[in-house]
């Protein structure tokens, strides 16, 4: 009977003895392990976990915010090149960017001989309203000094820049004033114009140059269109070369301008964001204008929405070199501290249903970063022959064939000119001499410049002054010695940086870039084009023949 008894306690005996050595087990672990176990079963909570680890247990004292901080981005980058970690600081000044407005003083300056130095002041800002001037030495903000060679930009617009509403001292030497003034400046909102120039290139052909995408370009490209308008413009050019983009809707906005009722502007999906269409309304006043975009290397993003929108329903030409090729799309999300990420959610396609995203390879963004640095050094600037479009073949409305995974191949491609480029004049521009000559002379010249008021005055009396070969001796003083064969090869490149330079310093945008297309071949041939009635792209004619047939 105690056999029987025995033998039946036995499997209960076996079970405590494997409920304690899991018991015993765990305990091990989590003592000697440093809870390795509950780590792993919840990977989910890794990231926490492992600050929550070096906080606890690292051999040296760690700022965990500064941990968190370099960590953000990094985690991204293993993503795509766009998806990004913006601190908070970064963040606001995105936002105002897009936003098309800043709180400040309205002033724009450069640092010359460690002194802040007033370039332009914007019209309709605090500072004009209290009397400041281009030409303006900026000595000191609220009291406290701003010259020498320890004080650099970034700290003088610190000092500057601040809540609207809020008042700062400034004090100001200017030519022939012998005592110092002072002005006490509001700060208030100061617009980001997009728009950087609207004006005629010929009697009947328009022109808009728009650097990037923001809540207030819409309207302001009605009222820049309001405005060719009423001059008789009959054709538009809008030069989107170096525009890096901005808000998707605001590019919609913009085609929608130019395209007749339903047609496709962009749709966009995404893993967890379903297919969404964007079409145009008929609403737009400009629907049978001949247009003609202008393109470059660095039109990218909304640049490349509003291109290809045009280019795939043939609504007008695109000009100029390859874009850009970013096809993703970012939705901003915010934390507490002000900072967000901006994280890829969806990918944008053209009307003819091509992603123009350029191939990456997740976590190599030093190499997508690059891409623009290869197609140069493969010639591709230079002709349209070394141009690389490997993707997927697509069509327009009439049947072109247009290209995908990477970029906007423009209809017309204009080469870079390099032929009058000499290591003299790249080694003054990357010096920067240039700008600071251009300036000084300027702030020398000042009274009899703004008293000009066409470029063509402008251009006559600095041939007179012999502007170039100053600038020579300028540069040679400074270091940059005097090669007088590469200043005649690029005498043509350096009068038109340093003209344009000086012109921009005393005019507006508009006639600064007047002066600087006046020998532009991209913006010629786009008025030749319209000149010709050509603007409108036509079927190619084995589509024509296809359409006969089917008839």
């Known amino acids: ?17 494997l409920v304690a050595g899991i018991l015993i087990g765990t305990f091990y672990a989590n003592h000697f392990a440093g809870n390795r176990l509950n780590i792993i079963n919840t990977s989910s909570n890794k990231v926490n976990d492992l600050l929550r680890i070096i906080d606890d247990k690292y051999v040296d004292t760690v700022n965990m915010t500064d941990l968190v901080e370099s960590a953000m981005p990094r985690i991204l980058a293993e993503l795509d090149p766009h998806s990004a970690y913006l601190n908070a600081k970064i963040a606001k000044a995105s936002e105002e960017s897009l936003r098309g407005s800043f709180s400040g003083i309205g002033v724009s300056f450069t ?12 019209k309709g800002g605090p500072s004009e309203k209290v009397g400041l ?3 303006d030495r900026i000595i000191s903000v609220d009291g406290k ?3 020498g060679k320890d004080v650099t930009a970034e700290d003088c617009q610190k000092l500057m820049k601040g809540e609207k509403g809020t008042n700062v001292r400034l004090g ?3 030519t022939g004033e012998e005592r110092t003034l002072f002005y006490t400046v509001t700060r208030g909102d100061i617009p980001v114009h997009s728009i950087e120039a609207t004006y005629m290139l010929t009697p009947e052909t328009g022109y808009v140059k728009i650097n990037s995408f923001s809540e207030t370009t819409y309207p302001e490209l009605l009222v820049s269109l309001a405005e060719l308008n009423q001059k008789g413009f009959k054709n538009l050019v809008i030069d989107l070369r170096g525009n890096a983009g901005g808000i998707m809707q605001t590019a919609i906005q913009m085609a929608n301008i130019f395209l007749p009722k339903n047609r496709l502007i962009l749709y966009t999906e995404g893993r967890k964001s379903p297919r969404e269409e964007y079409v145009s309304d008929g609403r737009g006043a400009f629907q049978s204008l001949p247009l003609v975009v202008l393109v470059d290397e660095t039109s990218a993003s909304a640049s490349e929405i509003f291109a290809g929108a045009i280019q795939d329903n043939d609504r007008g030409t695109i000009i100029g070199r390859r874009t850009f090729g970013k096809g993703l799309v970012q939705q901003p999300i915010e934390f507490r501290d002000g900072s967000l990420i901006r994280l890829t959610i969806a990918r944008y396609y053209t009307p003819s249903g091509r992603c123009i995203q ?5 976590g190599h963004g030093e190499e997508y970063e690059n891409d623009l640095l290869e197609r140069y050094e493969r010639g591709e600037f230079f002709s349209a022959d070394s141009i690389k479009q490997s993707g997927p073949q697509y069509k327009t409305r009439l049947g072109r064939t247009v290209y995908g995974s990477g970029g906007i191949m423009p209809d017309i491609f204009i080469p870079e000119d390099t032929s009058d480029v000499t290591s003299y004049y790249r080694e003054a521009m990357l010096s920067g001499l240039v700008h600071q000559y251009a300036f000084r002379f300027t702030d020398e010249h000042r009274k009899e410049l703004n008293e000009m008021d066409s470029n063509e005055e402008i251009v006559r009396y600095l041939d007179q002054q012999n502007v170039v070969g100053k600038f020579a001796d300028f540069a040679n003083r400074r270091g940059l010695r005097r090669r007088n064969l590469m200043l005649y090869k690029s005498r043509k490149l350096f009068k038109l940086v340093i003209y344009g330079n000086i012109i921009n310093n005393v005019k507006d945008t508009s006639q600064f870039y007047e002066y600087i297309n006046s020998d532009d071949p991209t913006v010629e041939h786009a008025v030749t084009l319209l000149k010709e009635g050509k603007s409108f792209p036509q079927a190619p004619k084995d589509s024509i023949a296809e359409t006969v047939k089917k008839k």
């Open 133 to 135: 001037l281009a030409g």
């Open 1 to 17: 009977m105690s056999q029987n008894n025995s033998s039946r306690f036995t499997p209960l005996l076996l079970a405590l003895c």
């Open 111 to 122: 640092m010359q001989d460690d002194t802040a130095r007033i370039i332009n002041v914007i």
């Open 358 to 362: 350029k191939p990456y390879e997740k």
């Open 145 to 147: 000094p701003i010259t």
């Open 172 to 174: 100001i030497r200017r």
